[in-house]
């Protein structure tokens, strides 16, 4: 959308200068003329791409577009329950969420798994695995698996 108003304003903006730079004559006439449709052309030029034959590639069928969406939504749950993690508890962790490939995006599993646990004792550590556990099956009402790193 950017580029279209800068290529419209641009158009426009040439146009006027050469109109005030031109000479009266039957030559500034012309140039007048193609500098009318030059801007023309950039203003209709967003309805060229829509008349076209070819669909943008991720657009191109439902499908991919929702698996597109179902990535990023995957994505952004992941950073969303390391973040959690790491306030909450105090944990360095990296999580793995699988999303329907449907509208709305729900999580159907998540994996965490965690690899510093911080100032807690070893002896915490199966405690803070059940709570973990716990807090993140009722947030995301799914199959939660949590492990300590290797």
């Known amino acids: 959308m950017k580029e279209y108003v800068l ?9 006027a200068v050469a109109a005030l730079v031109l000479p009266k004559g039957k030559i500034a006439g012309s140039i007048r003329f193609v500098l009318k449709l030059i801007c023309l ?6 309805f060229f791409t829509l008349f076209s034959e070819t669909d943008p590639p991720e657009l191109s069928s439902g499908d991919g577009y929702f698996a597109a969406c179902a990535s990023l939504a995957e994505r ?3 950073e969303r329950v390391a973040r959690f993690l790491l306030e909450e508890y105090g944990v360095t ?3 793995e969420a699988e999303c329907e490939g449907k509208s709305p995006f729900l999580v159907k599993t998540l994996c ?3 690899s510093d646990f911080g100032i807690n004792d070893a002896e915490e550590h199966i405690h803070i695995i059940a709570r973990i556990r716990e807090a993140l099956g009722e947030e995301y009402d ?3 698996t949590v492990r300590e790193a290797a």
């Not at 052309?41 to 967003?46: E, F, K």
Request: glycine content about 4%.
């Open 142 to 144: 799914c199959e939660v």
């Open 112 to 114: 965490v798994t965690v």
């Open 93 to 95: 962790a990296s999580a």
């Open 7 to 15: 290529s419209v304003a641009g158009a426009v903006l040439l146009s």
């Open 41 to 46: 052309l950039a203003l209709v030029s967003p």
């Open 76 to 78: 952004s749950e992941e």
